[in-house]
């Protein structure tokens, strides 16, 4: 690995993060959110928040107000039920990418379906292009089969490739990757990346990375990102 490739990644390690355990929420913070701050990790471009949070059954947030963000909610395992001030109400699976444009304001609750088994997600704020923005929502569902093997497309700005549509210049990848399986990443021009992964272990350009573990990626990086073990990982390209 070359020292260029070096300085275009900052990895940020899943064992630094802020976390809290609460008994009913196990949570750990990528980025300063709540009772965890650190001056040095506020965020990254656009993208905010990128809480791991570990919800037991019968549990959850109870109903509270957002503005001016857009909410991503990835889930790993388990399942979430969600209702909104807006009249939307489901429960999001493994799988789901649910998108809600708090804008001028919403209320949501998020608890978990089950009674038996905890939920395991990624929730994810990036800021919005713009403020007072109307709220919208939206939830598609990405099988595992669409993601294996490749960088999945599950959010942008224009919700093209069946995408969801967000508010802000961010195109969102998921990835499974059985151990031995590669993917390319590459940001392009003047745009940077940050890769979160979820579960499992991956190698980028030969430094390994495990479930937690994050990394921002410069404009002009190249790289690759192979499977040690069975593994799934995001990867924001942001502009």
Known sequence: MTKRTMELMTIRPGNERGHFNWGWLDTYHT???????????????????????RV????????????????????????????????N???????????????????????????????????????PESKQL??????????VDERRGILRLVASRTGHGGSVGI??????????????QSVDVATAGDRFGWIQVARGSIHLNGVSLSAGDGVALGNGFTGTCGATVDAEFLFFDLG
């Open 31 to 53: 980025f300063s959110f709540a009772d965890y701050f650190d001056p040095r990790f506020m965020g990254f471009r656009s993208l905010r928040v990128i809480n791991e949070d």
């Open 56 to 87: 037991a059954p019968g549990r959850g947030f109870p109903t509270h107000p957002h503005r001016d963000m857009e909410i991503l909610t990835y889930i790993l395992s388990g399942g979430l039920e969600h209702k909104d001030s807006m009249g």
């Open 89 to 127: 109400g489901s429960v999001i699976v493994a799988g789901d990418v649910q998108r809600m444009t708090a804008g001028t304001g919403v209320t949501h609750s998020e608890y978990n379906a089950s009674s038996v088994e905890p939920v395991h997600l990624l929730q994810i704020w990036i800021q």
């Open 134 to 143: 109307t709220p919208g929502y939206e939830q598609k569902h990405f099988s």
């Open 167 to 180: 508010h802000q210049d961010v195109n969102l990848y998921a990835a499974i990757l059985d151990a031995g």
